[in-house]
C-alpha cells in the first residue's frame, strides 16, 4: 500500500485535543503520526487553505437496500457518504427483509465491501420485522458485526420490551438507539404542533409526543443500567431531561440533525414535502436548546439523518408524501453555516461531535488521528461556496430542502483506510 503525506493542513483532532499546523504521515493503511517537511511518501497532498480532520461518523443512515433499491442503494449511499466526508457510518435495518438476523447483517457488509467506498456497520433490529413484539436473534446479530441495536424510525413502544432490549444488549456491550415518540399523538401528524400547524390547517404533532418517550427510556436505562442513546431529538424539554440524566450518572446519550438546528416549522408555509421530517421541524426555541445542548456536552453528536425517498414519494401533496431528507451531502455546509459561523461550536468542538462522539456510542476503533489508528481522514474545505445542484449529488434521491441554495464549506479529500477514495469535483 501507498505511503501517503497530507502537507501544510490544519490539522485538528479532539480526541487528542490537537489543534495544529503541519504534516499528516500514513502508511500501510494507518496513521504514522505529524511529520517534518522533508519526508518522502508515494504520494502527497497539498492540504494549504485546509482543515485536516478525522474521517467523518454518521451514527445511523438509511441505505434502502435490500428492498427499497428505487430510494438508495448501498452504493449510492456511500458514495454520497464520502462526498459529504464521512468514512464511516451505521446502517439502519429499515430494510426489507429488516436486519433481524446474521445473515443480513453480513448481507449489508458484503455490499459495502463491493461498494468499496467508505466502513459500513451494521446496525441490527432490536424487534423480529421491526415490529415491536419479540426480541431479535441479538446474539446473532452481535456475531453477524452489528454494533448497536434499533428499530429505525419505528420507536419501541412497549416498555417491557426495551427493558428487556436494554437488559440484554449490556451483556454485549452495545447500545439501545430509539427514536422517541409517542405513537398516538403522532398518528397522522404533519408538522409540529403550534401556531403554523393552526394557521396551515396541518394535524401538529406536539413536543410531548418526544418528550414522554425520552423520560421513559430515560428511567428504563437507569433502571437497567443499560445504554440508551435517544435519535433525533427535537425539543427543548428533550435537551433538559437528558442533562438531567446524564448528570445523574444513566448511561444516556443523544444526537440532532442539522436541519433541526437551522429549518423552523415556519418553512411547512410553502407547503414543500421536502422540509417534512420526522421528528418535525420545530419552532426557535426549540432550536436555541438544541444549540445550547450542543454547546454544554449535554448532546454528543450530529448526524444527518440520511433518509432518502424516489422523486414519486416527495412529489405528492404534502399529505401524502413520505417523512425524511437526505443529509449526507450536506452534513458539513449546514453545520459551518448553523454553528461555526454565528460562533455557536470552533472547530475543534464541531468536528468532535462528527467523530470521536459517534464512535465512543457505537464502540468504534474510529474518529482519530492518533498513531496507528486506521487512516480515515477529511480535508475540508472551509472557504468554498457553491451552489447546491441535484445533478451533482450522488445520492439516487434528491429530497433536500437544500437544493439551490448557497452553502459554504465542503470535503475536498476523502481518505479511507489510507487510500484516496473522493476529490471534489472543481
Same mark, same amino acid.
Given at each position: 500500500?501507498? &505511503?501517503?503525506?497530507?502537507?501544510?493542513?490544519?490539522?485538528?483532532?479532539?480526541? *487528542?485535543?490537537?489543534?495544529?499546523?503541519?504534516?499528516?504521515?500514513?502508511?500501510?493503511?494507518?496513521?504514522?503520526?505529524?511529520?517534518?517537511?522533508?519526508?518522502?511518501?508515494?504520494?502527497?497532498?497539498?492540504?494549504? +487553505?485546509?482543515?485536516? !480532520?478525522?474521517?467523518?461518523?454518521?451514527?445511523?443512515?438509511?441505505?434502502?437496500?435490500?428492498?427499497?433499491?428505487?430510494?438508495?442503494? #448501498?452504493?449510492?449511499?456511500? =458514495?454520497?457518504?464520502?462526498?459529504?466526508?464521512?468514512?464511516?457510518?451505521?446502517?439502519?435495518?429499515?430494510?426489507?427483509?429488516?436486519?433481524?438476523?446474521?445473515?443480513?447483517?453480513?448481507?449489508?457488509?458484503? *455490499?459495502?465491501?463491493?461498494?468499496?467506498?467508505?466502513?459500513?456497520?451494521?446496525?441490527?433490529?432490536?424487534?423480529?420485522?421491526?415490529? @415491536?413484539?419479540?426480541?431479535?436473534?441479538? @446474539?446473532?446479530?452481535?456475531?453477524? $458485526? =452489528?454494533?448497536?441495536?434499533?428499530?429505525?424510525?419505528?420507536?419501541?413502544?412497549?416498555?417491557?420490551?426495551?427493558?428487556?432490549?436494554?437488559?440484554?444488549?449490556?451483556?454485549?456491550?452495545?447500545?439501545?438507539?430509539? /427514536?422517541? *415518540?409517542?405513537?398516538? %399523538?403522532?398518528?397522522?401528524? $404533519?408538522?409540529?404542533?403550534?401556531?403554523?400547524?393552526?394557521?396551515?390547517?396541518?394535524?401538529?404533532?406536539?413536543?410531548?409526543?418526544?418528550?414522554?418517550?425520552?423520560?421513559?427510556?430515560? =428511567?428504563?436505562?437507569?433502571?437497567?443500567?443499560?445504554?440508551?442513546?435517544?435519535?433525533?431529538?427535537?425539543?427543548?424539554?428533550?435537551?433538559? *431531561?437528558?442533562?438531567?440524566?446524564?448528570?445523574?450518572?444513566? $448511561?444516556? !446519550?443523544?444526537?440532532?440533525?442539522?436541519?433541526?438546528?437551522?429549518?423552523?416549522?415556519?418553512?411547512?408555509?410553502?407547503?414543500?414535502?421536502?422540509?417534512?421530517?420526522?421528528?418535525?421541524?420545530?419552532?426557535?426555541?426549540?432550536?436555541?436548546?438544541?444549540?445550547? +445542548?450542543?454547546?454544554?456536552?449535554?448532546?454528543?453528536?450530529?448526524?444527518?439523518?440520511?433518509?432518502?425517498?424516489?422523486?414519486?414519494?416527495?412529489?405528492?401533496? #404534502? %399529505?401524502?408524501?413520505?417523512?425524511?431528507?437526505?443529509?449526507?451531502?450536506?452534513?458539513?455546509?449546514?453545520?459551518?453555516?448553523? %454553528? #461555526?459561523?454565528?460562533?455557536?461550536?470552533?472547530?475543534?468542538?464541531?468536528?468532535?461531535?462528527?467523530?470521536? @462522539?459517534?464512535?465512543?456510542?457505537?464502540?468504534?476503533?474510529?474518529?482519530?488521528?492518533?498513531?496507528?489508528?486506521?487512516?480515515?481522514?477529511?480535508?475540508?474545505?472551509?472557504?468554498?461556496?457553491?451552489?447546491?445542484?441535484?445533478?451533482?449529488?450522488?445520492? &439516487?434521491?434528491?429530497?433536500?430542502?437544500?437544493?439551490?441554495?448557497?452553502? $459554504?464549506?465542503?470535503?475536498?479529500?476523502?481518505?479511507?483506510?489510507?487510500?484516496? /477514495?473522493?476529490?471534489?469535483?472543481?
Amino acid at each position: 500500500m501507498k &505511503s501517503l503525506l497530507i502537507k501544510n493542513g490544519h490539522i485538528i483532532d479532539p480526541s *487528542q485535543d490537537l489543534d495544529v499546523q503541519g504534516n499528516l504521515l500514513v502508511e500501510g493503511g494507518k496513521i504514522t503520526g505529524l511529520c517534518d517537511d522533508d519526508v518522502i511518501a508515494d504520494e502527497v497532498i497539498d492540504a494549504t +487553505g485546509l482543515i485536516v !480532520s478525522p474521517g467523518f461518523i454518521d451514527l445511523h443512515v438509511s441505505l434502502c437496500e435490500p428492498g427499497f433499491e428505487e430510494d438508495e442503494t #448501498i452504493e449510492t449511499g456511500t =458514495a454520497a457518504a464520502l462526498a459529504g466526508g464521512v468514512t464511516s457510518l451505521g446502517c439502519l435495518p429499515n430494510t426489507a427483509p429488516v436486519v433481524d438476523d446474521r445473515s443480513s447483517a453480513e448481507f449489508i457488509l458484503l *455490499q459495502a465491501e463491493r461498494a468499496s467506498n467508505c466502513h459500513v456497520f451494521p446496525l441490527g433490529a432490536v424487534t423480529k420485522n421491526n415490529e @415491536g413484539k419479540e426480541l431479535a436473534e441479538i @446474539g446473532q446479530l452481535v456475531a453477524g $458485526q =452489528a454494533v448497536g441495536f434499533t428499530d429505525a424510525d419505528k420507536p419501541i413502544e412497549s416498555a417491557e420490551i426495551m427493558r428487556c432490549a436494554l437488559e440484554y444488549t449490556r451483556m454485549f456491550g452495545r447500545p439501545i438507539l430509539n /427514536r422517541p *415518540q409517542v405513537a398516538e %399523538l403522532t398518528e397522522k401528524g $404533519q408538522m409540529h404542533e403550534g401556531f403554523h400547524s393552526t394557521v396551515l390547517g396541518l394535524k401538529g404533532i406536539p413536543a410531548a409526543a418526544e418528550e414522554i418517550m425520552v423520560n421513559r427510556d430515560i =428511567a428504563l436505562a437507569e433502571l437497567t443500567r443499560g445504554r440508551i442513546h435517544l435519535m433525533c431529538i427535537s425539543t427543548q424539554n428533550s435537551v433538559a *431531561q437528558i442533562r438531567r440524566a446524564k448528570a445523574s450518572g444513566i $448511561q444516556v !446519550s443523544a444526537d440532532v440533525t442539522p436541519h433541526h438546528l437551522t429549518l423552523t416549522d415556519q418553512m411547512l408555509e410553502t407547503y414543500d414535502p421536502n422540509y417534512k421530517v420526522l421528528p418535525p421541524l420545530r419552532s426557535q426555541e426549540h432550536i436555541d436548546a438544541l444549540i445550547e +445542548g450542543l454547546k454544554d456536552g449535554t448532546i454528543e453528536v450530529i448526524c444527518s439523518d440520511h433518509t432518502p425517498h424516489a422523486a414519486e414519494k416527495k412529489t405528492d401533496e #404534502i %399529505l401524502g408524501a413520505d417523512f425524511g431528507i437526505i443529509g449526507l451531502e450536506t452534513l458539513l455546509p449546514v453545520c459551518l453555516q448553523t %454553528l #461555526i459561523t454565528p460562533g455557536h461550536l470552533t472547530w475543534p468542538e464541531l468536528i468532535s461531535k462528527l467523530t470521536i @462522539g459517534p464512535a465512543r456510542i457505537l464502540g468504534l476503533a474510529k474518529g482519530t488521528l492518533a498513531p496507528g489508528a486506521d487512516a480515515d481522514i477529511t480535508l475540508i474545505n472551509p472557504e468554498v461556496r457553491y451552489v447546491l445542484q441535484r445533478e451533482n449529488l450522488k445520492s &439516487s434521491s434528491h429530497n433536500s430542502p437544500f437544493l439551490g441554495k448557497e452553502l $459554504q464549506g465542503r470535503a475536498e479529500v476523502v481518505v479511507v483506510s489510507g487510500e484516496i /477514495r473522493y476529490r471534489a469535483d472543481h
